[in-house]
């Protein structure tokens, strides 16, 4: 098993584009940085409003003030308010990369302080001193270092640049006049302006390398962590990016404390546990499985699997969008997930954890309603000698989601089996036929005994939808309070699932018209691959 540290490996000599990438920014620390030059485009936008009002409003009323250049600063102003409130727009509404965002800020700021320096210049040309001054310029370049830094470099040339707005527009103040100042004497009265913007390199190259650190910190071995897609109560899913492959892929992060473990003996064995199933889960073949990629341990304990990347949507949440299924395309999907499982049983693997969430229907190649069955690494191995040895059972724990967990896995039943599985499949397909759950109830206790000791309704009596018996049946089949009494596996319950032939109504091409309709922004070729968005929200341990 990897045990990795949550660090980046180090960059190739050589490699520039390792290079940048690592220096740059994480994504969510970039979007954060755009909101805050947002903010610091409507304030500057406000204040030059501001100024303007008091130029056009209270300076003229303003008793024995004249002030000769007022037409052209009222210019400059409504200049600086218009640059302000394309800025704001840009921001908002482009399509722009957050990088070439915080870039066009750098420009802005150049712009404020072009825009002060003409004021300064145009009102205070005729009096200004030969003394050190300080400018608004130096008070802009403090403020928009802390709220939007640059990188270190272009930190220091954009502000070195706005420093020299107020001696170049000085010098061009008093070039042609009876008393011409020397450039020289003009840089050193604006010194304060030029020792401010060096200053602020030390907070730009600070924030900068927390940033890198935080994305060393986003990395689990080849694979950089790149955006987050979800969160439950089993842990995380980010979408991840090989960093020599560039291939897309989901990567699961399990917490420990999920676990139950405590002690370091408890520790070790929950590692061998992990690396055991972990293998065995990358093993299972079947296409309609999850295809595992990685896995491994970081530094902080936290256990994470690194599986493909999908295109698609949870039953649970395509469901809840668009209503109950009809009972032939319940039949195209059923027999997917059975096929899965099929397989997972031959191989001595029981899911324990079967559920809609956990179920992704997706767009695979051309072929669309593809299942893929989620969450194998997180299973029971079916051994006598290992029924105390899997990762979901700790001793005196049962985990799992009470609205799709077998009678015998409620009891504590130390023997459960493959038929649990089963079970929960016919929880799967009562919800997708009728939309809702096979028991309500108000708490999770109430459910459970509910799974235990009352009967379920069929489904045709729960749904509008027609639903042929034979489906009617084989559902309540699955949902046998007596394990003996359904079928034994999965392979039992495809065989079945085939036999039902009043629902084989539902195609390939039925199932790509249904995408092209209600999905259509997953049919293209450039479709975004899909969000995970349910990571065990409802999983809950009983102790």
């Known amino acids: 098993m990897k045990r990795v540290a949550r660090c980046a490996s180090p960059a190739p000599s050589g490699s520039r584009d390792t290079t940048t990438t690592s220096a740059r920014l994480p994504d969510d620390l970039l979007l954060e940085q755009v909101r805050r030059l947002t903010l610091f485009s409507a304030v500057a936008g406000s204040l030059w409003t501001f100024a303007l009002g008091m130029d056009v409003l209270v300076a003229p009323s303003t008793v024995g003030r004249t002030n000769p250049t007022s037409t052209a600063s009222v210019l400059v102003e409504i200049a600086e308010i218009v640059a302000s409130v394309l800025m704001v727009a840009f921001l908002r509404f482009s399509s722009r990369s957050s990088s070439a965002k915080t870039d066009v800020g750098l420009g802005y700021m150049l712009v404020n302080a072009a825009g002060i320096a003409a004021l300064n210049s145009l009102i205070g040309a005729a009096t200004i001193t030969l003394v050190m001054q300080v400018s608004w310029i130096a008070i802009l370049i403090l403020v928009f270092s802390m709220i939007s830094p640059a990188p270190p470099r272009k930190t220091l040339v954009v502000s070195l640049a706005a420093a020299s707005m107020d001696p170049l527009a000085v010098w061009l103040a008093h070039v042609g006049t009876a008393d011409p100042w020397s450039p020289l004497h003009t840089l050193l009265l604006f010194l304060p302006n030029y020792v401010l913007a060096v200053v602020v390199m030390v907070p730009a190259r600070l924030y900068y390398r927390i940033g890198r650190r935080l994305r060393e910190a986003q990395d689990l071995?080849?694979?950089?962590?790149?955006?987050?897609?979800?969160?439950?109560?089993?842990g995380e899913v980010w979408r991840a990016q090989h960093r020599l492959l560039a291939r897309n892929a989901a990567v699961k992060l399990v917490r420990p404390e999920i676990?139950?473990?405590?002690?370091?003996?408890?520790?070790?064995?929950?590692?061998?546990r992990f690396e055991r199933e972990a293998r065995a889960t990358a093993a299972l073949s079947s296409p309609h499985t999850i295809h595992v990629f990685d896995f491994g341990l970081t530094d902080d304990g936290t256990f994470y699997y690194v599986m493909e990347l999908l295109t698609g949507r949870g039953l649970e949440s395509l469901v809840r969008e668009f209503g109950p299924l009809p009972a032939d395309r319940v039949s195209f999907l059923l027999r997917q997930v059975c096929h899965s499982l099929a397989y997972a049983h031959a191989r001595g693997l029981v899911h324990r954890d079967i559920k809609p969430a956990n179920i992704y229907v997706c767009r695979m190649g051309l072929d669309y309603d593809f299942v893929k069955v989620l969450d194998f690494g997180l299973v029971k191995l079916n051994r006598r000698n290992a029924a105390r040895q899997t990762l979901l059972t700790m001793d005196h724990r049962t985990t799992g989601t009470p609205a799709y967990m077998a009678p015998e896995i409620v009891l504590g039943d130390t023997e459960v089996d493959r038929r649990a599985d089963v079970y929960a499949l016919g929880c799967v397909a009562y919800y997708l036929l009728t939309g809702q759950l096979v028991f309500e109830a108000d708490t999770p206790m109430k459910m459970l005994?509910?799974?235990?000791?009352?009967?379920?309704?069929?489904p045709s009596q729960r749904s509008e939808l027609p639903i042929p018996r034979e489906l009617d049946d084989l559902v309540l089949a699955c949902l046998e309070k007596d394990p003996a009494k359904r079928p034994q596996d999965a392979e039992e319950l495809l065989r079945l699932a085939y036999s039902c032939k009043t629902c084989e109504s539902w195609t390939d091409a039925h199932a790509r018209s249904w995408w092209q309709t209600h999905l259509s922004d997953l049919t293209g070729p450039l479709a975004i691959e899909a969000i995970y968005d349910e990571t065990a929200t409802d999983a809950v341990v009983f102790t």
């Open 449 to 458: 005994l509910h799974h235990v000791q009352t009967k379920p309704v069929p």
């Open 221 to 234: 071995g080849s694979y950089q962590l790149v955006e987050l897609l979800g969160h439950g109560g089993m």
């Open 259 to 272: 676990l139950g473990v405590a002690t370091e003996t408890e520790v070790k064995l929950t590692l061998r």
